[in-house]
DNA sequence: CTGTACATAGAAAGCGCTTGCTGTGACGTT
DNA sequence: AACGTCACAGCAAGCGCTTTCTATGTACAG
C-alpha cells in the first residue's frame, strides 16, 4: 500500500541502505547511484516514514515552541521569527525540520504536558518563549522536565524567559526591569509626578520585572508611590480599558498612565478618550513592547522597543545547533526606549 | 541510559504486550496488573517513545495546523481555538494529542512543504486555515498533496478554505462573498454612493470573495463602480493606512471606506484621521472579521463577525473524530453584520 | 467431575528505517 | 607483479513499540 525504502530500493536496484544514505546524504555514494536513487524515489512518489526515521535515529526532526498565548502578535512575531531559522538544514539530514508551536494558554499543566509530549516525540529542539509563571513546585518542575529534554538530547532554549540555571538550557532574557525604570525615567523626566501603572497578571515573572523597573525609577527620584496608583491585569487591550478607568476612579489627578503591554496601551488610549481626556494634552500613556500597530496608532505610542524578531531568530539558530550560545548561557537582551507623542510633559 | 517499556515490564513483573495495553487502555488488563504497571512507570518516569509507537501503530498523535500568518490575531485565534479541541480524548489512546501550528506565510511553497512533513509524520490530522491560493498549479498540487493524506488515514479539515472536493476533505467555508455583499449594502443603505475599498492581495480566494459581494452590492444597487475606487495590499494595518492615502489622493470625494478586514481598516482609520477627516462623520469606515479590537477601538467599527473561535473549535472536534462532518462534507459559516459608530450617514 | 467459555497474560513477529561492519572491485605504489 | 588503499555498496542487527495469536487459569454448566 504505502511506498517503503525498500520499494523504492527495489526499483533503484540497490539495497535500502543506499537509499537512505542517498536521502540522509552523510555517506559516499556515487552520483550515478544517486541518481537513478532520486529517480526511483520520484518515480515512486515516496515520502519517508518519520517516526521509523526517528525511531532507528534516535532523534527526529521536530522543534517545539511553546508560546502562552498564540492569538496575541507578541508571541506570534516571536514564534514567526523562530519558525523562519527552522527547516533550513542544519540537522542530520540537512533537511527540513517541523517547527511546531504549541499554545499554553499560560496554564503550567499545558506548558508541562507540552513538553512531555515533546520529550516523547524526541524533539530535535524546544524553544519556550514568554514570561515563565512564579511558582515555586511548578518551576521545579518545569526545571526537572528541562533538564530531562536536555539529557535526553533535545536542545532547549528560552526566550524572552528568565535563565533556568543547572537545566542547561540556553537563554535570551529581556530586560524588562530595565525597560521599564527607563520608561518610567522618561516620563519622570517629562514632570510627572502621579504615575497610574497597569501591570499583568499576577505570579508572571514579566509583570513583576517590568513593575519592579517602574517601582525603581519612581524610588530613585523620591517619588512616593501610592498603592492606589498600580491596578493588575491581563496583557490584552479590554484589560487596559478596564485598568484604566479603576485608575480613573482611583485618583483622577494622574497625568500619566504606563501599560504593562501596547496592547493594554491602546486599551488605556481608549478609556482616556472616552472619558473626554486628551492625549498627551491631559495624561501621558506609554507602552511596552512596540509592537508594529504602536507607530502607528494616533498619537504613536511612546513604549520599549523589545527586537522579538530578532531575539526569536537568534533562539531558533541556537536551537538549530546554527549559532553558539551566549558565554554562560544566557544572554540579556535589552529594550530600546521609544519616544513618541503619546507622552509629554504634563500640563502647567 | 533511557527507560523503555521493557525496562517497566521488568519492573512491573510482566511483559511489554501488558505495559503497552494498560497505556493505551483498549483491552481488558485486570485492575491489580494495571495499577502495578503504572506504578512502576511511576517509579521508572517512563516516557513513552512517540516515534516508536507510532511506527508500530501506524499512526501518530500529531495534529498540524496550518496558518498563513501566526502574527495575524485571525489565524491566532482560530489556532487557538483549534487547539483547544485537541488534546481531549477521542484517539486510540484515549490520550494528548500535539496540535502544533505550522506558519506557512502566505506561500505556496512553505504550505505544500508542511504538509508533506506532516505526512512524513503520519500525523493523525490536518486543519488548513485561510484562503487558499489561485493559482492552478498550486491548486493541484495541494489536492493531490490532500488526497494522499486523506488516503493515507490522515483526517483532513479546512477551516475557513474554500472547498476542494475531490480530495476527500472536509471544509468550513466562510461567506466572504456573502459578508461582504451585505456589509456594502448596509453602507448603500446608509446614502453612501461613493465608496472606496481596500482589497487583501490578488490570488486569494477570500480577497477575491470579499470583493466579489462588495460589488455585487453596488451593482444591485445601480452603482457603477470607478476603478480608482480598489486599492490592493496586505492583510495589515499598514498596509491599510497607505491604501486609504492613496484613495484619498485619487478621490478625495469619497464618502465610506471598506477595508479587507479590520486591521487595515484601523490603519484606514488613522489614515483619516491624520488626514484631518473626522469618523463617520466625514467618511465611513468598515473592517472585516470582528476581530476583539474592532469593538473596542474609537469609534467602534462597524464590521462583519466572522466566528472563529466557533468555526475553529468545530474543525478541531471535527479533526478528531469527536463531530460528524457536515452533510456533503462542505458546511458554509455565515458571517454577522456588527452595525457599529464608524459607519453613518454621509452628510447633507 | 469433565467440558466449554471467558478473562487475562505472554510470545513473537513485525512496523520502516539507520548504521557499524564487512565485502569488493578499481587504482596506485613499490 | 603483488599488495595496500580507497571509494562504494550491501548485510544484518537493531531502534521501542503494537498486536495477533496462543496459552493458561478460573468459573460455570451439564
Known amino acids: 500500500m504505502t511506498v517503503t525504502l525498500a520499494d523504492v530500493a527495489a526499483r533503484a536496484q540497490v539495497s535500502p541502505a543506499t537509499v537512505s544514505r542517498v536521502l540522509n546524504g552523510n555517506y559516499p555514494v556515487a552520483a550515478s547511484t544517486r541518481e537513478r536513487v532520486l529517480k526511483a524515489v520520484d518515480e515512486l512518489d515516496y515520502v519517508l516514514n518519520g517516526p521509523a526515521s526517528a525511531l532507528a535515529a534516535a532523534t527526529s526532526d521536530l522543534v517545539g515552541i511553546l508560546v502562552n498565548d498564540i492569538a496575541d502578535p507578541f508571541f506570534g512575531i516571536m514564534a514567526s521569527a523562530i519558525q523562519g531559522e527552522i527547516g533550513g538544514p542544519g540537522g542530520r539530514a540537512g533537511g527540513e525540520r517541523l517547527g511546531v508551536v504549541c499554545n499554553t494558554g499560560g496554564s503550567p499543566e499545558r506548558e508541562l504536558t507540552y513538553l512531555t509530549l515533546l520529550q516523547r516525540q524526541r524533539a530535535a529542539a524546544v524553544v519556550l518563549t514568554g514570561g515563565a509563571i ?25 526566550c524572552g524567559r528568565p535563565p533556568a540555571p543547572e537545566t542547561g538550557a540556553v537563554a535570551l532574557t529581556f530586560d524588562n526591569r530595565g525597560g521599564g525604570q527607563e520608561l518610567t525615567e522618561h516620563l519622570i523626566g517629562l514632570g510627572h509626578r502621579r504615575l497610574g501603572y497597569i501591570a499583568g497578571p499576577q505570579e508572571r515573572t514579566t509583570t513583576r520585572h517590568r513593575l519592579e523597573g517602574h517601582r525603581a525609577a519612581l524610588a530613585a527620584h523620591g517619588i512616593e508611590e501610592d498603592p492606589r496608583w498600580t491596578v493588575h491585569g491581563r496583557y490584552d487591550r479590554r484589560s487596559g480599558y478596564e485598568a484604566t478607568l479603576e485608575l480613573l476612579r482611583r485618583d483622577p489627578s494622574l497625568t500619566a498612565v504606563v501599560a504593562a503591554n501596547d496592547s493594554v496601551a491602546l486599551g488605556a488610549c481608549a478609556a482616556l478618550r472616552d472619558s473626554g481626556l486628551r492625549i498627551p494634552d491631559d495624561v501621558s500613556v506609554a507602552g511596552f513592547d512596540d509592537l508594529p500597530f504602536s507607530i502607528d496608532v494616533v498619537p504613536a505610542l511612546t513604549t520599549v522597543r523589545l527586537p522579538l524578531t530578532e531575539a526569536g531568530a537568534r533562539a531558533g539558530r541556537i536551537a538549530m545547533g546554527r549559532e553558539e550560545a551566549p558565554p554562560g548561557g544566557i544572554a540579556a537582551v535589552r529594550g530600546e526606549l521609544m519616544v513618541r507623542g503619546s507622552a509629554a510633559a504634563p500640563r502647567e
Chains 1, 2 share one sequence.
Open 134 to 158: 512564579e511558582n515555586a513546585s511548578h518551576k521545579a518542575a518545569m526545571d526537572t522536565k528541562l533538564r530531562k529534554l536536555g539529557d535526553a538530547g533535545t536542545r532547549v532554549v528560552l
